[in-house]
């Protein structure tokens, strides 16, 4: 009986995620998300739920192919000054934001030091000192410094282009009552959002791009319940289900006739499974007790058994993907008996009942089988070396990032994205000018290393790769060795789609990519 309620329950939440909006004619695409946004300003916020939808409504200077190679978008073309502190962008003559004004280096300018005052990636345009307009299609940023990263932070997933004359009215850019319904000159232009439920976007008539985008309608719908994730993919009544990252689902769905499943297209992206420690707290500022705590951590467990072998180890700061990777690095192997005698070299000896000390344990809510399972495994894992670990579940994700943001946890696991450059989504995790509170995946830890500090602001300005992989070289070292994160895995996201699907996923960026060019056969 219970079993026949449960897919009862499952069955009506699809219903119900399903049978929202009116379904229109022409080529709609339906996308399966798993949680909504807080707004849909990516501007202002690194969430991939408001990316997903923003990169739809917003368009960007640049966008990237599947080998790394920047691409026209709204800027024709480019080029740097001979110092590289400068990069002139040639505007398309004839994109007009969806209200039908057109869009300016005026715009540009507004847009870039928006986000570098509101973005939670402080690094990303820290260098950025001013855009000059000097006619409305040509934009110049200077810079401080040389940067590296500075056309991979012209993507659309972090530079959207926002209308000066919306949101340059004086109301504060992250809580701009636009952000709930934008403007943009991105390929489809809003029509409504449901909160928690769905929103529905419409091809934009007026795109920069000739005979683009194909697709008529794009809705998004809101389905917290896995088996309604499932079922909506199963049936048909969704086409595009990005980011699944449940080992257990993707085997399910690759079973389907009518659809494929892959991992392409996350390569920008470069997500990490960490266990990050609050150094604030007495005992984790031991590194030897930061170090037993990874000893005592079988990664072999929580990859093959708890993820199905499909996700891979993590070593480091950076992922194997990146082509700044250091393999050389400090390992934790399993080794209960070594994590036992740091625990007493620290000076925490067992009590009576086994005990040195307890810690409380957060986790992100939603991801259960990267969050919630490996957190219940660590709690078994770490009372084997005398560590009381009490799992402490926050309710949703907001207060999950105020809680572990301000300091108030003592360990949390995370799911913490690269970016595609160190630059964009490392050093904020490393550096001591990171540790801001209440902005979670900024330096949580509250880790500081002056050494770090100089490798990271030098790798940071280098535009030799060389050079800056010498420089990430001696950053990984020391980090792994200091070990204010404990690395467990990088997360193995999957995109399932309808086979009738085309051009799904064509950039670095996958599903956080504008879907101009996507149709059905």
């Known amino acids: ?25 022409g080529q709609e695409l339906t996308v399966i998300m798993k949680s909504p946004p807080m707004h849909l300003n990516n501007a202002v916020t690194s969430s991939t739920q408001t990316i997903q939808i923003a990169t739809q409504l917003f368009a960007s200077p640049l966008r990237y192919d599947l ?47 928006a986000i570098k005052a509101n973005h939670p990636f402080k690094t990303m345009f820290e260098p950025v000192e001013a855009v000059d307009t000097p006619d409305p299609h040509t934009a110049v940023i200077r810079l401080s410094k040389p940067h590296p990263a500075i056309l991979l932070c012209l993507a659309p997933p972090l530079c959207p282009i926002i209308p000066k004359h919306v949101y340059g009215d004086g109301q504060d850019v992250r809580t701009h009552p636009a952000n709930s319904a934008p403007v943009g000159s991105g390929p489809f232009r809003f029509v409504e959002m449901k909160a928690g439920e769905y929103v529905i976007l419409e091809k934009n008539p007026q795109f920069f791009i000739k005979g683009r985008p194909t697709l008529d309608r794009v809705i998004f719908r809101f389905v917290k319940d896995p088996s309604g994730c499932m079922m909506a993919m199963s049936k048909g009544e969704a086409q595009l289900f990005p980011l699944v990252e449940n080992t257990r689902n993707i085997a399910r769905l690759e079973r389907e006739a009518h659809l494929a499943v892959t991992s392409k297209g996350y390569e920008g992206i470069g997500a990490h499974n960490w266990l990050e420690f609050n150094l ?4 984790l500022a ?34 194997p993907a990146s082509p700044f990777y250091e393999k050389a690095v400090e390992t934790y192997p399993l080794d209960i008996g070594k994590a036992r005698a740091l625990l007493d070299e620290a000076g925490y000896k067992p009590g009576k009942d086994g005990v040195r000390f307890a810690l409380t344990l957060d986790f992100e809510p939603g991801l259960p089988e990267q969050q919630k399972m490996v957190a219940e495994y660590l709690k078994s894992q770490l009372r084997k070396v005398g560590i009381d670990v009490r799992l402490h579940a926050s309710p949703d994700w907001s207060s999950w990032a105020e809680r572990v943001s301000n300091g108030t946890h003592d360990m949390t ?105 996507v149709s059905f056969k």
């Open 1 to 25: 009986m219970k079993r026949f309620f449960t897919a009862a329950a499952s069955f009506l939440v699809c219903f119900l995620c399903l049978t929202g909006p009116s379904r229109a004619t």
């Open 67 to 113: 080998d790394w190679n920047p691409e026209p978008y709204l800027a024709s073309s480019w080029s740097f000054s001979e110092d590289k502190k400068s990069l002139t962008l040639h505007l398309v003559p004839d994109a007009v934001f969806h209200d039908g004004k057109p869009v300016t280096s005026e715009d540009v300018a507004f847009s870039i030091m």
């Open 280 to 283: 604030r707290r007495p005992e």
């Open 286 to 319: 031991d590194v030897r007790v930061r170090k037993a705590v990874n000893y005592a951590i079988d990664r072999a467990f929580i990859i093959n058994k708890l993820h199905g072998g499909l996700s891979t180890p993590s070593t480091g700061p950076l992922i």
């Open 413 to 517: 696991l995370a799911i913490t994205f690269s970016w595609g450059d160190p630059v964009i989504g490392t050093h904020r995790s490393y550096m001591s000018g990171n540790i801001r509170k209440g902005v979670a995946y900024s330096n949580m830890s509250g880790y500081s290393n002056g050494r770090v500090d100089a490798l990271l602001e030098q790798a940071g300005q280098e535009m030799g790769p060389a050079k800056r992989a010498a420089l990430y070289k001696e950053f990984q070292k020391i980090v792994a060795d200091e070990a204010p994160i404990a690395y467990l895995n990088v997360i193995p996201y999957y995109t399932v789609y309808d086979k009738r699907l085309q051009n799904v996923v064509t950039s670095i960026w996958g599903p956080l990519s504008p879907m101009d060019t």
